[in-house]
């Protein structure tokens, strides 16, 4: 099972940005990010295919948010602009086979980073 490591969270304002890392131990065809506020279930964010031909975000943040990768490293990046108080959460890395925006379908995980963004 390929491992996943998030980094790159942190404490900002608003209107700020923010660039989280997702490193991986091997390939997968599909990575995503999803995020969890507090109290709220996760949600998906965004996802990426393994070369970078496919992507799809959550409503809520297109336009703000871009999701890429760099396969030379197995990283895959969300570059996070225009951050809102709404965008707090832990911010959370998936891999899987297929494209899906169901947590339950994803079958590698890494522990998470957190997301601070204050008014």
């Known amino acids: 099972q390929v491992q996943l490591v998030e980094s790159g969270g942190g404490s900002v304002q608003a209107g700020d940005s923010l660039r989280l890392s997702c490193s991986a131990s091997?390939?997968?065809?599909?990575r995503s990010w999803f995020r969890q506020a507090p109290g709220k279930d996760r949600e998906f964010v965004a996802f990426i295919a393994w070369n970078g031909a496919t992507t799809y975000y959550a409503e809520s943040v297109e336009g703000r948010f871009t999701i890429s990768e760099d396969n030379a490293k197995n990283t895959v990046y969300l570059q996070m602009n225009s951050l809102k108080p709404e965008d707090t959460a832990i911010y959370y890395c998936?891999?899987?086979?297929?494209?899906?925006?169901?947590?339950?379908?994803?079958?590698?995980w890494g522990q998470g980073t957190q997301v601070t963004v204050s008014a």
């Open positions: 998936a891999g899987g086979t297929h494209y899906s925006l169901k947590e339950s379908e994803y079958i590698s």
């Open positions: 091997g390939r997968t065809f599909v």
